[in-house]
């Protein structure tokens, strides 16, 4: 039993490619086979993900447990890690995965050929680059997540949506030659891709090289960044998401935190505390990046007036968040940014798939000024098939919308009681624990941006809520179906049980942020036997 | 031969910058084309430039990078060809699409001054 545990590291991958590659052999005229399929591998994928989270943090200390695969050793094999944060980020995108995947059974798989392959084959890319210990399978990973979800915005050819994702693709590959000419730079001075190794050879590069080893750091970096939508590089996620059909855009809204996730675990391991010379390098541009983010988000939170858009803002507000507290370096304010991470994960997913109910009574883009719609080019607007049988009205559906549109006000905004509020008190609790010091600069911007930020929020949040739910101007009540409206529910609900449960959740977020800045167990625990280059520069 | 490979990366790189920031969905995707050789012969050049040492141990023989080629930059560009030239197409794919559903081939959808 204890070796098929073992195994149990790799599933999260392999679950979801099997599935996607029997649906593609099953052929588009099974949709059923195809539905029950899709159903059984996210719903296991949601059981093995919390199974693997109760494994890592069971293990106290050493929360690091490594795949092997073809138990080559550590330097030569693709190694899979699993630890806090990566198990962390697996539940989050299994949860998520379950909820789109059932609010897109009641149509939106219909919408072309290949939704629900490309779907598992998502929630595949994700869950490896959540996984790999290595630069290089974190780019092939990438790669297969990015082009799932090319597929995924792509769906339904509507001029809008194809348009948005020219720029989405050529965006992204873009970065992707970054992200090699960056990977090559690193391996060209260390000799390494595997993250671990890296950790360990970074602080003993020799003095000229280390000025290359930094630039190349710094262009991975600059992916992570435009994944993460920072603010010079992150214009593409607006359009793009908002025009993504809305269980895609639900997917989507965790891909921007995989930059985040990345910035994470290599700016820690490789540039910690223990990182010699390089300790700390780019830290202040993530702070920089983050406050300007933040700033342009909530600019941009107010200034749209299209609910989808609207998501993207507050994509790019709690982007800039995560940025900016990670950038602080401190412990106890990264576990607040996770327990953040988190919220406003499950909170935008909602928030895309209450968005798709919302609009669907209503006449799309009404709340739009016609000035608007033409600058931004939504001129020609078709609705994708609506006609075709909505669903039943659910008694009491708008009040349920409305509650539910509520909530996400709530969390997004981080207003008490829900666990937006929570969040943001955690990142900003430990910064003003400083003793007799006097608090430095950037903790009053932290408090600044947060606040603002959240400020703006709720304000636009409260008038495209009395736009849609009090000023509509024709009483329909929205069609919708019971398979539609339960996944938000959960969402929100998940959020909810974040609140109340937020004692251990908050315990299990801090002790990931340990571990996260204690990078030498998650070295040692990848390669067991100390392994020093012999000399700096040997690659050569 | 460093030079001529930097100046060969050089021109591919800077010719492909140049055509990804123009107007048109042809000049984007060959452009980004350029790029990905450009990316390509830069992470075979971090193995280091020699000619006619092989990538592959004998039987006996112990690894030196003095008498080898670094194998991992060789794998590492087959990987990236091979994933390149799968964007590559899948970027064809969404430029015929958008071309077909907007009737133009400027990158936004639309002529600028229309």
């Known amino acids: 039993m204890t070796a098929w545990l073992d195994h ?54 050493a929360a690091t447990r490594v795949y092997r695969l073809g138990d080559w050793p550590s330097i030569f094999a693709i190694v899979l890690v699993l630890d806090r944060l990566s198990a962390l980020m697996l539940v989050l995108t299994a949860i998520l995965g379950a909820a789109a995947l059932v609010f897109s059974i009641a149509r939106w798989d219909r919408a072309g050929a290949n939704f629900l392959p490309l779907f598992q084959f998502q929630l595949m890319g994700l869950n490896g680059a959540f996984l790999t210990g290595d630069l290089f399978n974190l780019f092939v990973f990438f790669e297969v997540m990015l082009t799932a979800s090319f597929g995924l915005a792509l769906h339904g050819p509507e001029a809008a949506r194809v348009r948005a994702s020219l720029h989405y693709v050529a965006v992204n590959l873009t970065s992707s030659l970054l992200f090699l000419i960056g990977v090559s730079m690193i391996y060209g001075v260390t000799g390494t891709l595997n993250m671990a190794d890296l950790a360990e050879r970074i602080p003993v590069v020799a003095a000229e090289d280390r000025a290359l080893v930094e630039v190349g750091a710094a262009i991975v970096g600059v992916v992570f960044l435009i994944k993460a939508a920072m603010w010079p590089v992150g214009f593409w996620l607006p359009t793009t998401y908002g025009a ?15 930059g985040i996730y990345a910035v994470l675990r290599l700016w820690l391991l490789l540039f910690g505390d223990s990182a010699g010379d390089s300790a700390g390098f780019g830290g202040d541009w993530l702070i920089y990046g983050g406050l300007v983010t933040i700033a342009f988000g909530s600019i941009a939170v107010l200034a749209t007036q299209n609910m989808g858009r609207l998501a993207g803002a507050c994509i790019f507000v709690s982007s800039g968040t995560l940025l ?21 994960v499950l909170a935008i997913a909602a928030f895309y798939l209450l968005i798709e109910l919302v609009e669907r009574g209503r006449d799309v883009g009404a709340d739009v000024l016609a000035v608007t719609r033409e600058a931004y080019g939504e001129g020609e607007e078709e609705d994708f098939d609506e006609e075709e049988e909505p669903g039943i009205a659910i008694p009491a559906s708008k009040a349920i919308l409305g509650l539910g549109f509520m909530g996400c006000a709530l969390l997004l905004a981080g207003l008490p009681p829900l666990s937006g509020f929570l969040a943001k008190l955690a990142i900003l609790a430990p910064l003003f624990e400083t003793g007799n010091e006097p608090l430095p600069d950037t903790t009053w911007a932290v408090l600044i941006a947060l606040i603002a930020s959240g400020l703006a929020t709720i304000v636009a949040m ?29 969402l929100l609900l998940l959020c909810g049980a974040l609140t109340v449960q937020a004692g251990p959740v908050m315990r299990y977020m801090q002790s990931t942020a340990e571990s996260l800045y204690q990078p030498a167990g998650y070295v040692r625990a990848v390669l067991p036997v100390p392994h020093l280059p012999e000399t700096e520069g040997d690659a050569r | 031969m460093e030079a001529v490979v930097s100046l060969a990366i050089g021109m591919l790189a800077g010719s492909g910058v140049w055509l990804i920031l123009r107007p048109r969905t042809f000049q984007v995707i060959i452009g980004l084309s350029l790029l990905s050789h450009a990316v390509n012969i830069f992470i075979f050049s971090t193995g280091g430039l020699r000619i006619g040492v092989p990538p592959i141990l004998e039987p006996g023989g112990v690894g030196d990078l003095a008498r080898h080629a670094d194998p991992l930059p060789q794998a590492l560009v087959l990987t990236a060809i091979v994933i390149s030239f799968a964007t590559t197409a899948l970027f064809l794919v969404v430029l015929l699409a958008a071309r077909g559903l907007t009737g133009t081939d400027h990158v936004d959808g639309r002529e600028r001054d229309q």
């Open chain 1, 8 to 61: 149990l590291t790799i599933a999260p991958i392999l679950v979801p490619l099997l599935a996607g590659t029997l649906m593609i052999l099953a052929g588009g005229q099974r949709r059923s086979f195809r539905v029950g399929l899709g159903l059984l591998s996210t719903f296991a994928l949601v059981v093995i993900s919390v199974m693997l989270l109760q494994m890592a943090d069971a293990a106290d200390g």
């Open chain 1, 324 to 344: 900016l507290a990670i950038g602080t370096g401190h412990v106890s304010v990264t576990g607040g940014a996770l327990y953040y991470l988190a919220t406003s």
């Open chain 1, 462 to 490: 409260t008038r495209a809520g009395i736009d849609a739910f009090w000023a509509a101007s024709t009483e329909s009540v929205p069609m919708m179906r019971l398979t539609e409206i339960t996944p938000v529910i959960v």
């Open chain 1, 244 to 258: 993504a059909s809305a269980p895609a855009a639900g997917i989507l809204s965790i891909l921007s935190k995989v």
